[in-house]
C-alpha cells in the first residue's frame, strides 16, 4: 500500500495530548478508508507534526483527517521508505 | 538523546540509489558526532526527503550532513515520538 508522510506546518496550542487525541481519533476512523496512520512526531514549541501514513491514495488518508478532528495537513508526500545498510565501517 | 526530523524540500536529480548512498555516508560518520540516523523516507518525484535523527543537539547532526555528503536539510525540527494509543473501538 502506498505510504505518504504529512506535515502540519503550525498547529496553535499544540500540546502532546492534544495531538496524542487526535491521533486515537484517526485510528477510530481510519478502518472504513483502507488508511493505517503509523506514527507520528510533533513539536509543542512550533506546532509542527508529521505523520507516517499508508492509505490507499492521498484522497484516503485526507478524508481520515478530516473526519476524526478536521486538522487537515499542509503537505502530503508520496515517500518510500529508506533501506537502512549497514555501515562499511562503524 | 534529542530527536529530530530534518526536512530536505528539493533534491535535484534524487534517486532512490543516490539518497541511500548519502545515508550510508552519514552512518559512516556519525558516530564520531554521537548522532544516529535512524530512518528516512523521500519521493523520487519531487526531491524531497525527510530524516529521522537522535543527536546530541541540531549542530552534531547539521555537522554529521556536512561531512558526509554536503546536503544539508532546509528544516531541522526537535520532536517528539508520538505515543501510539490503541483504538477505543477499530
New interface residues.
Given amino acids: 500500500m502506498p505510504?505518504f508522510?504529512d506535515?502540519h506546518d503550525k498547529i496553535d496550542g499544540l500540546t502532546?495530548e492534544a495531538?496524542?487525541g487526535a491521533?486515537?481519533k484517526d485510528?477510530?476512523v481510519q478502518?472504513q478508508y483502507g488508511v493505517d496512520y503509523k506514527?507520528?512526531?510533533?513539536?509543542?514549541?512550533?506546532g509542527?507534526v508529521?505523520c507516517?501514513v499508508e492509505a490507499p491514495d492521498a484522497g484516503a488518508a485526507i478524508a481520515v483527517h478530516r473526519e476524526a478532528h478536521g486538522l487537515l495537513a499542509d503537505q502530503l508526500?508520496?515517500?518510500?521508505?529508506?533501506?537502512?545498510?549497514?555501515?562499511?565501517?562503524?
Fill in positions: 505510504l508522510m506535515a502532546a495531538v496524542a491521533h486515537a485510528l477510530e478502518g506514527q507520528y512526531w510533533f513539536d509543542e514549541a512550533s509542527k508529521f507516517l508526500i508520496p515517500v518510500q521508505e529508506g533501506v537502512i545498510a549497514t555501515p562499511s565501517h562503524a
